[in-house]
């Protein structure tokens, strides 16, 4: 069954919209909402759909690395915990091919960026154009996006959970 929820408490106070906001921003700054917002004026509707429809894609690239960081962790940890440091070191040393990987992914969401985002925004000649435009300015973070990724995954596998916050941010 439903039972309906009183919210009045969320909205009776005096806060701002742009405070009101940062409470529920993973970004606890009041700058970066003000920025978002701003954003989200400008750009209409139609950045708002451009920005869904790149970070819908970004999450298919991402999920590569991911996948990697997931699992090599394992490994990595064991060969830690086993004080194994020669296996460990060339876990390590296999790292630089996540930098190959991230260069095939921005040249792949270069040459495909227009059949992705056709996927899904072919119907508005617009949005589509836009949305192209902003996937191929984004995609050049695939050139790091590995290396971050793994990196933090591989320190938070030796326990080392401040260089892997460190290289998270």
């Known amino acids: 069954a439903y039972f309906p929820k009183d919210s009045t408490a969320e909205f009776d106070n005096n806060l701002t919209i ?14 970066y909402v003000r920025g978002f917002l701003g954003r989200m004026l400008f750009a ?11 970070m819908y ?5 991402a999920a590569i690395f991911i996948g990697y960081a997931i699992g ?4 990595v940890s064991y060969h830690y915990g086993a004080e194994n440091h020669t296996e460990l070191r060339n876990l390590y040393r296999k790292s630089p091919l996540i930098g190959i990987v ?3 992914m921005f040249a792949l969401s270069e ?5 992705l985002v056709g996927l899904y925004v072919s119907y508005d000649k617009e949005l589509f154009d836009m949305t192209v435009n902003g996937f191929r300015i984004y995609s050049t973070m695939f050139l790091i996006l590995g290396f971050n990724i793994w990196g933090s995954s591989f320190f938070t596998a030796l326990g080392n959970g401040v260089v892997s ?5």
């Open 57 to 61: 894609v970004n999450f298919i690239f």
């Open 72 to 75: 090599s962790a394992p490994l």
């Open 44 to 54: 209409g509707e139609d950045g708002v759909a451009a920005y869904g429809v790149i």
């Open 18 to 31: 742009v405070d009101w906001l940062t409470g529920y921003s993973p970004v606890k700054d009041v700058t």
């Open 102 to 104: 991230g260069i095939v």
């Open 165 to 169: 916050a460190l290289i998270s941010f």
């Open 111 to 115: 040459l495909l960026s227009s059949p």
